[in-house]
Structure formats: structure tokens, C-alpha cells
């Protein structure tokens, strides 16, 4: 065991080196001071839900009021905020987000939703509730809610419709793709190995090797499929939107089960992806857009949500080409005052200049420093979380960005910012002993499940 003053001692690290591509000079990072900066933007954040929109979905930042992604809220932000402030040690945050789960979330609701982001935040949300603090009603609302979105599933292909509805299983929109139809992997799975009933993996199982095995001959995969069909709508293949949480669930589900079958299948994708998408520029290395067919590049196109990927092959080994990946991430936020959308790294231009408080190129540098202990991470990770409490902060919350080149904030802050960007950053700067990577694996919404 480590002493709270050898602790205290470690916590306060000097850093030597410079930080990739930044002109950051040499500098010393408090990690305790760091993470109590993250932990008080999480109660601040937390206050300003609580005051103007307490029970709903999301707070608006801007206009001081809830909202809700459909007719009825289904409490989106405590779910997704729960195990960020039980991990922060925040007993009374964690209990007000709990209170406000058990008193209002009720899934028998004639409403259409969203598979994929119900299944992230709110079964994986859930879950993660039931695991760290053991009360069964977490439990409960898990597997009713997972029995509505069961449905989804009853295609010829074994792949789900992109919704469903909850309280009468009628589908729509045939027309998916890889991350949403196999990012069911790891709460199904959890759920099986929760309840005891097959059900649940097997239908998700199904679904993410009914995309594999429609992988093309040089093993990538496209960007939309018909899933009534199985073929393949757009042909681009690349690692962002609507396909980053296909291959990382394929490597996590076998960290979560030793499924052999996915981590073969992960490592078909790793290698093509390597070949294919993976390139270097001197700003860093970024991963472009190519046809799912020939490999040829069809736009050299990066942006905030591809930044996920250096963390995964971190977490999976390749430490070497996620450091050469994270040069590029830093860049882009760097260069553009923080991480725009989507820009062309190529011509170094923007396309979408938005920034809606994203955490993947934060959590990058959180398994990079896991892996690594240089402390390169804990700078980039510093600039980061700093950049977006200084200029995301509003009088109520934190607001996403409309336009990183002038600033200007929108009226949104995503649950994913407590899930996930506020975990990241937290966890980045904490105790090792907060959280062992040995024995859990986070969902996309960075829901930790225990490695049974
Ligand atoms: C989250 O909901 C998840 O990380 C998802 O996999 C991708 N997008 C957001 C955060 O950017």
C-alpha cells in the first residue's frame, strides 16, 4: 500500500520534457491541484443542472433551462453523471443523481429512441450505477430497459433498426451503420453476465459479426448498411462517426469475456486499418478516409471523434502508434484554439468548426499516460481540460462550442461531458488507485464494467 505522503509526493510531478508538437516550455503539473480543478467544474456543472433543469435530459448552459431528447426525459445526465461522482468521491452529488433516477426514469413510454445512444448512456449508465454501488433497483431498470430494446434485433440480417420503440417494439430506419449496430456488445454482455440470461449476448453478438463477415477482401468495412439487406449503402471506410465504437468494442468485449472470435476479429480490422487508413504528416499522424474496397483515399477528413483511436491501441499494446496518433490529436486542438469537429489534414483547413465538449482526444491521453507514465500526457491532458474550463465556462454550466476559430459557445451541454470528458480528465490527473484498467473496461460512454 502507498502512504497518503508518499502519495502526496508522487502527486506533485515535474515535467522535464516538452509536449509534442505544442511550444509549451518546460513546467511543473500538480496532479492533486489539477484534479481538483476537475472536480470542483464537475460540482459547478452539477449546481447548474440541479437549479435550472433538474430532471430533465440536459441543461442548457446558455439559456438556464432543461431539455429533453424526446417527449419525456429519461434522465439522461444523472444516469450518465452517477459513476463520474461516485469515482470523484462526490456522496452528494451521487445521491442527488440517484434520487432523481429512482424517482422519475420509467421506460414503459410509447416513444420512439435512439438504439445506440439509449443503449451507451443509459443501459451502460445503469449498469456501471449496479456494479459500483449494488443497489438492485439499478438492475432492475437495466434489464427492463434492454428487454425493450431487444426488438431492435428482429431483422433478416440479425442487425438492429436504428430505433425502436419503447414501449411497442415498432422499428425504423433500416438504414444503420458498423458503431451503431455493433456498440451493444459490451452492455449486453454485462447484463448476461448480471442475470444469468443468454439472450442478451447472443443477439448482440450476432449483430456485430453480421458486420464483420460483410467485411470487404482487403477487411474494412463501410460507413452505412441497409440492415433488411445486408448491403453496404456507403462504401468509405474510416474511423470516426459511425464506426469508431465497432472495433473498439470488438477489442474491449474480449478484455470484458476472452471472446477469441472478437479479438481475431479486431486484429483482422488493426491490421487493415494500419495499412489503409493510418498516415503520417509532419503535424503528427492522422487516420484518413478511404473505399471499403480498394483502400484508395476519398477525403483526407480527421476531426474530434476519430481521436478515440490512439487510446484504444494504447489500451490494446500498439503504445508506438498511439503516441505517433496523439501528436496528431494535440495538433488539431492545438492549432485551431481547441479540436474543431471534423478538419482536413491535408489542406489544414476547417470543415465543421463546432466542439460540443467531446472527451476522446482527453481520453487518449489518459490511457497513453496509463501506459506510459510520461508526463508529455499530463501536459497535453492539462491544456486540454484547462482550454475547456476557461473557455467553455458560462454562468450555469459548460457550453459547447459553436466555432473554435472565434469562440463563440452554444446553448448545449452534452450528458457525455459528465460521463465522460469530466471522468477522463479527472481519472487523467487522480490516484492510479482510483481506478485499476487491470479489472474494468469502460463502455464508449466511458461506463466502467468490472472484468469478471
Ligand atoms: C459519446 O456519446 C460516445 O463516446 C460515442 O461513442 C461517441 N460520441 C460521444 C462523445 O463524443
Redesign the pocket.
Known amino acids: 500500500m502507498v502512504s497518503n505522503k508518499l502519495l502526496a509526493a508522487i502527486l506533485s510531478i515535474a515535467i522535464l520534457s516538452g509536449c509534442g508538437n505544442s511550444k509549451q516550455s518546460p513546467t511543473s503539473i500538480n496532479k492533486e491541484e489539477q484534479s481538483k480543478k476537475i472536480v470542483s467544474a464537475a460540482q459547478f456543472a452539477w449546481q447548474g443542472y440541479m437549479k435550472y433543469a433538474k430532471g430533465f435530459d440536459a441543461l442548457k448552459p446558455i439559456s438556464k433551462q432543461g431539455e429533453n431528447w424526446y417527449h419525456t426525459s429519461l434522465q439522461m445526465t444523472p444516469i450518465d453523471a452517477f459513476d463520474t461522482f461516485t469515482l470523484m468521491g462526490l456522496k452528494t452529488e451521487a445521491d442527488e443523481a440517484k434520487d432523481l433516477i429512482f424517482s422519475n426514469l420509467n421506460f414503459d413510454i410509447d416513444m420512439d429512441i435512439q438504439l445506440f445512444e439509449i443503449n451507451?448512456r443509459l443501459l451502460g449508465g445503469l449498469l456501471s450505477a449496479y456494479e459500483l454501488d449494488g443497489d438492485k433497483r439499478f438492475l432492475t431498470l437495466a434489464e427492463d430497459l434492454c428487454k425493450r430494446l431487444l426488438p431492435a434485433f428482429k431483422t433478416s440480417t440479425g442487425m438492429p433498426y436504428r430505433y425502436v420503440n419503447l414501449k411497442t417494439g415498432a422499428l425504423r430506419d433500416s438504414l444503420n451503420n458498423p458503431a451503431e449496430i455493433g456498440t451493444c456488445l459490451l452492455e449486453f454482455c454485462k447484463l448476461t453476465q448480471l442475470t444469468g440470461d443468454s439472450t442478451y449476448y447472443k443477439v448482440a453478438k450476432n449483430a456485430v459479426m453480421a458486420i464483420y463477415k460483410r467485411r470487404s477482401s482487403i477487411d474494412l468495412v463501410g460507413t452505412i448498411i441497409d440492415v433488411t439487406t445486408g448491403e453496404w449503402k456507403k462504401p468509405e471506410c474510416q474511423i470516426g462517426a459511425r464506426l469508431?465504437?465497432y472495433f473498439e468494442y470488438l477489442y474491449k468485449n474480449w478484455l470484458l469475456t476472452g471472446d477469441k472470435e472478437c479479438y481475431d476479429a479486431w486484429e483482422t480490422h488493426r491490421k487493415a486499418i494500419e495499412k489503409y487508413l493510418i498516415t503520417d504528416t509532419p503535424n503528427g499522424t492522422f487516420l484518413t478516409r478511404v473505399d471499403m474496397n480498394t483502400g484508395k483515399e476519398t477525403r483526407s477528413l480527421y476531426g474530434a471523434?476519430d481521436a478515440f483511436y490512439a487510446g484504444l491501441l494504447a489500451l490494446s499494446g500498439d503504445v508506438p502508434t498511439a503516441q505517433k496518433i496523439q501528436e496528431g490529436n494535440f495538433y488539431m486542438w492545438t492549432r485551431f484554439n481547441i479540436e474543431p469537429e471534423v478538419f482536413d489534414f491535408k489542406k489544414d483547413s476547417i470543415l465543421y468548426p463546432s466542439y460540443p465538449l467531446?472527451?476522446?482526444n482527453i481520453e487518449s491521453c489518459f490511457y497513453l499516460y496509463r501506459k506510459t507514465n510520461d508526463p508529455k500526457y499530463l501536459a497535453m491532458g492539462k491544456r486540454m481540460s484547462d482550454d475547456i474550463i476557461d473557455k467553455c465556462k458560462t454562468n450555469a454550466g459548460f457550453g459547447a462550442v459553436k466555432n473554435v476559430t472565434t469562440l463563440e459557445l452554444d446553448d448545449s451541454m452534452e450528458s457525455?461531458f459528465f460521463a465522460?470528458t469530466l471522468k477522463y480528465s479527472y481519472l487523467l490527473f487522480a490516484s492510479e488507485d482510483k481506478l485499476d484498467l487491470e479489472k474494468l473496461v469502460f463502455n464508449?460512454?466511458a461506463h466502467p464494467l468490472k472484468i469478471q
Open positions: 451507451i469508431d465504437s471523434l467531446r472527451p476522446e457525455f465522460e464508449t460512454e
